[in-house]
C-alpha cells in the first residue's frame, strides 16, 4: 500500500468514536431547546454539534469500517423515518381523494370541506431536521447497545 | 465469528490501539473484531493475516459460530 501522509492515524479513528457521541448529546439539546429554549450560547453549541456529527458520519475519512456500519444503521433508520413520515401523508391524502371520489360519482358535485389538512401534517422545518438526527443517533446507539448486550467483552 | 485475534495481540504485548495503529483502524474497532462485535471486511482480514503473518483461516473460524 503506497504511503499516504494524510491517512488518518489510530488516534484520529479513536477521535471520531468519541465526536459522534458528542454529536449525539447536541442533538438532544437541540430537542430540548425545541420543548424549553436555552441559552443563545447553548444553542449555538447544540447545533453546530448536531451537523457536526452528521457531517462527520457523512464524510469523515477517519471513520474505520466498524464505525461506518454503525453509521449505517442510524442512516437506515433515519430513512425509515423519512419514509414512515410520507407513507402516513400518502395515506391520509390517498384516503381524502376516495372520500371526494366518492361524493362526486354519487352526487355529481366536488364536497367543499377537505378531510385531510396537509398543512397541519407538515412540523417546522427546524423541528423536522432535529427529528431526523435523533432518528440517526437513535439507530446508532441502538446497534452500539445491541452489540455490547449480545456479546462477550474483551479488555 | 470467532477469531483469535486476542491471543495474538497477546503474544505480541500489543495494546489494541497498538494493533489498530498496524491495521488502520481504531482501537475500538479493534476491540469490536476480537469480542466478535464486528466481522472484518475481506480487506481488513487480508491485512490482518498478513500482519501475523497466518492464513486467514488460521485466525477467524466461522464454524465456531
Not at chain 1, 52 to 60: H, P, T
Not at chain 1, 61 to 67: F, G, K, P, T, V
Not at chain 1, 68 to 84: I, Q, S
Amino acid at each position: 500500500m503506497p504511503f499516504d501522509p494524510q491517512a488518518p492515524s489510530e488516534q484520529d479513528r479513536s477521535r471520531t468514536h468519541a465526536l459522534i457521541w458528542f454529536g449525539a448529546a447536541c442533538t438532544l439539546l437541540s430537542l430540548v431547546n425545541r420543548f424549553l429554549g436555552m441559552d443563545n450560547m447553548m444553542v449555538v453549541i447544540a447545533y453546530g454539534g448536531t451537523a457536526g456529527g452528521l457531517l462527520q458520519a457523512a464524510l469523515s475519512r477517519a471513520s474505520d469500517e466498524y464505525l461506518r456500519g454503525l453509521y449505517n444503521v442510524g442512516w437506515r433508520t433515519m430513512g425509515t423515518g423519512v419514509a414512515l413520515y410520507l407513507m402516513a401523508l400518502f395515506v391520509f391524502a390517498a384516503g381524502d381523494l376516495s372520500r371526494q371520489a366518492g361524493h362526486w360519482a354519487s352526487s355529481g358535485t366536488k364536497p367543499s370541506d377537505s378531510m385531510f389538512d396537509i398543512n397541519g401534517f407538515l412540523v417546522d422545518p427546524i423541528s423536522l431536521c432535529v427529528i431526523l438526527a435523533i432518528l440517526f443517533y437513535g439507530g446508532f446507539a441502538f446497534a452500539w447497545l445491541r452489540d455490547r448486550f449480545t456479546t462477550e467483552s474483551s479488555a | 465469528m470467532k477469531n483469535r485475534l486476542k491471543v495474538l495481540r497477546a503474544e505480541r504485548d500489543w495494546s489494541q490501539a497498538e494493533l489498530g495503529m498496524h491495521l488502520d483502524v481504531s482501537r475500538q474497532a479493534v476491540n469490536a473484531i476480537e469480542t466478535g462485535k464486528h466481522d472484518p471486511s475481506l480487506p481488513l482480514a487480508f491485512r490482518i493475516a498478513r500482519l501475523f503473518e497466518m492464513p486467514i483461516e488460521e485466525i477467524f473460524d466461522d464454524e465456531l459460530d
